[in-house]
């Protein structure tokens, strides 16, 4: 169970599936743009659902929000989701 210094305790996980991101909004984008992380420095698909096995079967974790940049972008999104809603229990 994750518990912060308030004594609240977290069920849910946010999960940036990458920096990348094809919209330019200027509330996260700086006219000089971004860097984007190499290859290398990202999670792989394996590794993310490990962690979020992990997260759910011992730290209590009932909901998991995969975010970005824009995770849609994530070539490996579609196996990510598959194997995270086949996870006993079930995060929402």
Same mark, same amino acid.
Request: charged letters at 25%; aromatic letters at 4%; glycine letters at 8%.
């Given at each position: 169970?994750l518990?912060?210094?308030? @004594?609240?305790?977290?069920? *849910? %996980?946010r999960?940036? +599936?990458? @920096?990348?991101c094809? +919209? $330019?909004?200027?509330?996260c984008?700086p006219?000089? !743009? &971004?860097?984007?992380l190499?290859?290398?420095? +990202? +999670?792989? @698909? *394996?590794?993310?659902?490990?962690l979020?096995?992990?997260?759910? #079967?011992? %730290?209590?974790?009932?909901?998991? $929000?995969? #975010?970005? !940049?824009?995770?849609? &972008?994530r070539?490996? &999104? ?7 809603a086949a %996870?006993t229990?079930?995060?929402?």
């Open positions: 169970m518990i912060d210094t308030f @004594d609240r305790v977290a069920t *849910d %996980l999960v940036s +599936l990458t @920096d990348k094809n +919209l $330019r909004c200027t509330y984008m006219e000089e !743009g &971004l860097q984007w190499g290859k290398s420095e +990202l +999670l792989s @698909d *394996d590794e993310i659902v490990r979020i096995r992990i997260a759910v #079967t011992t %730290l209590g974790i009932t909901e998991v $929000r995969f #975010t970005g !940049g824009e995770p849609l &972008l070539p490996g &999104l579609v196996s990510i989701v598959e194997q995270c %996870l229990p079930r995060p929402r």
